[in-house]
T-cell receptor
Framework: QKEVEQDPGPLSVPEGAIVSLNCTYS??????FMWYRQYSRKGPELLMY????GNKEDGRFTAQVDKSSKYISLFIRDSQPSDSATYLC?????????????FGTGTRLLVSP | DVKVTQSSRYLVKRTGEKVFLECVQD?????MFWYRQDPGLGLRLIYF???????EKGDIPEGYSVSREKKERFSLILESASTNQTSMYLC?????????????FGPGTRLTVL
């Protein structure tokens, strides 16, 4: 079993839809949770970063962490064609010196006009 | 803005060649990382470095080595390239744990070994 599971998609939605992207994980020691966006043939770029449980909002994006269920989500409101990309979740342990991240395999999102 | 640059976007090499992939960051970050990304497997950590001349093996170090002679530069070396090393290689850097703990990625090098 992988430490971090993520549905590969693709997830196809019309413009304006609310998108929900999810990851589950098995290691309850994870404390830092991140979402990266990766456009085709580019490197991942950091979208959202949260520590421990709770919600964090940034514009159209909301990151949610439920540590009791070992489940994290990224919500995108009013999705745009420019949101079409692969979304990677990543997480790391507290108290590590080197921030070794464990990544999901990514969910490909397609937003059609 | 954090900037991580990689020496080549696309590279084609032959089996058995020695391959150097270079990464440079301009944010004075202590930590640097090399990953490879393959469909269905996600990002896998090859090596990382937390200081000049220091290196640690990641999850898949076999067939690779690294060099960090200067803080801003981290090189990945394929001693004798093989076809199963055809992949997207991504470099990343991050600041110390007491900071944001996030990693910033370069644009990637797509390596094809023939």
């Amino acid at each position: 079993q992988k430490e971090v599971e993520q549905d590969p998609g693709p997830l196809s939605v019309p413009e304006g839809a609310i998108v929900s992207l999810n990851c589950t994980y098995s290691n309850s020691a994870f404390q830092y949770f991140m979402w990266y966006r990766q456009y085709s043939r580019k490197g991942p770029e950091l979208l959202m970063y949260t520590y421990s449980s709770g919600n964090k909002e940034d514009g159209r994006f909301t990151a949610q962490v439920d540590k009791s269920s070992k489940y994290i989500s990224l919500f995108i409101r009013d999705s745009q064609p420019s949101d079409s990309a692969t979304y990677l979740c990543a997480m790391s342990l507290m108290n590590t010196g080197f921030q070794k991240l464990v990544f999901g395999t990514g969910t490909r999102l397609l937003v059609s006009p | 803005d954090v900037k991580v640059t990689q020496s080549s976007r696309y590279l084609v090499k032959r089996t058995g060649e020695k391959v150097f992939l270079e990464c440079v960051q301009d944010m004075d970050h202590e930590n640097m990382f090399w990953y490879r990304q393959d469909p269905g497997l996600g990002l896998r950590l090859i090596y990382f470095s937390y200081d000049v001349k220091m290196k640690e093996k990641g999850d898949i170090p076999e067939g690779y080595s690294v060099s960090r002679e200067k803080k801003e530069r981290f090189s990945l070396i394929l001693e004798s390239a093989s076809t199963n090393q055809t992949s997207m290689y991504l470099c990343a850097s991050s600041s110390p744990p007491e900071s944001t703990d996030t990693q910033y990625f370069g644009p990637g090098t797509r390596l094809t070994v023939l």
